[in-house]
């Protein structure tokens, strides 16, 4: 077939057009087939996974042995050995076969090892059944595993003020006047 007009050939009748593409009708996102996954017949966008706050966890490995102080915001996992206080606005977790010596202040405190000191004024305090603590501990809410030993003094429910502030609450209450 030539390009050109070529005057010795007859003229090439035209060709005709193909017929338009059949175009199946659209289908609504609901009917689609589950084992089908095109995302071109899903008109719905894609949903993007719910974005959470990123939780940072500092981790003391186990086989290390530190001793020092800890303070600041953030989780704290313990797996090794460390001797001094920790003071964080998180989380404290002293997994199974860790080691720590010093006071406790944290927002939650799951003791899974050996505890020797005071955990103060935690919110909440997690005793496995693999803990062993020595010392006291101060929460708003403890749960104790079975297995587990403590030595020392619990307190917990308890709200830092005290029930009766003022002389003037007790009227009523067993006072004569």
Not at 52 to 75: H, Q
Not at 134 to 144: F, M
């Amino acid at each position: 077939m030539a390009l050109w007009k070529d005057s010795n050939t007859p003229a090439a009748s035209p060709t005709p057009a193909a017929p338009p593409l059949a175009v199946p009708p659209a289908v609504p996102a609901r009917e689609l087939d589950k084992s089908t996954n095109i995302a071109a017949l899903n008109p719905e966008p894609p949903r993007k996974p719910k974005e959470r706050p990123e939780v940072k966890e500092s981790v003391i490995a186990a086989g290390l042995t530190i001793e020092g102080k800890i303070e600041g915001s953030g989780n704290v996992r313990m797996s090794g050995r460390f001797k001094g206080d920790v003071n964080v606005d998180g989380n404290l977790a002293i997994d199974a076969g860790a080691h720590l010596s010093g006071q406790i202040r944290a927002g939650v405190v799951v003791v899974g090892g050996e505890l020797e000191g005071n955990i103060i004024a935690a919110k909440r305090v997690e005793v496995l059944e693999t803990a062993v603590i020595t010392g006291d501990v101060k929460a708003g809410t403890i749960q104790v595993a079975a297995g587990a030993r403590m030595r020392g003094h619990m307190e917990f429910g308890w709200d830092d003020k005290p029930a009766v502030t003022k002389a003037a609450d007790l009227k009523g209450y067993g006072s004569t006047t």
